[in-house]
């Protein structure tokens, strides 16, 4: 349970590991770049260079999300950088609402859990 151990992920495989995602709750004494508060956790994730824009990303972020659900989460956070190409993937969410707060920072996220 995401409570007792302060994490959920998920992990996408061919033969190997090719990307995983997962939602940490961290405290407001040690935030991310993407905190909002300690009851909301934030996202990360990562695929294998190879594996990229063939949709594993956009697997792993719904397989989240779903998994968040599951767990009666209601919103995740995530800060990525204006140029990263994940910043798309993220856009294209429909559970993504968008925030930023001046033109040279990081793009900023909350993902609505339980949009449809």
């Known amino acids: 349970m995401l409570v007792a151990t302060r994490r959920l992920g998920v992990v996408a495989e061919d033969e190997n590991p090719v990307g995983a995602a997962w939602i940490r709750l961290l405290p407001e004494s040690d935030p991310g770049y993407g905190f909002v508060n300690a009851s909301t956790p934030e996202l990360s994730m990562g695929v294998v260079q190879k594996w990229r824009q063939q949709g594993v990303g956009a697997h792993l972020l719904e397989a989240l999300i779903t ?3 599951e767990q009666n989460l209601v919103a995740m956070s995530l800060s990525v950088e204006s140029d990263n190409y994940a ?3 993220y ?3 429909a559970s993504s609402k968008f925030a930023r ?3 040279h920072s990081p793009c900023f996220y909350i993902f609505d859990v339980l949009a449809d």
């Open 91 to 93: 856009q294209r969410s």
């Open 101 to 103: 707060w001046a033109d």
């Open 67 to 69: 998994s968040a659900r």
């Open 87 to 89: 910043r798309r993937l």
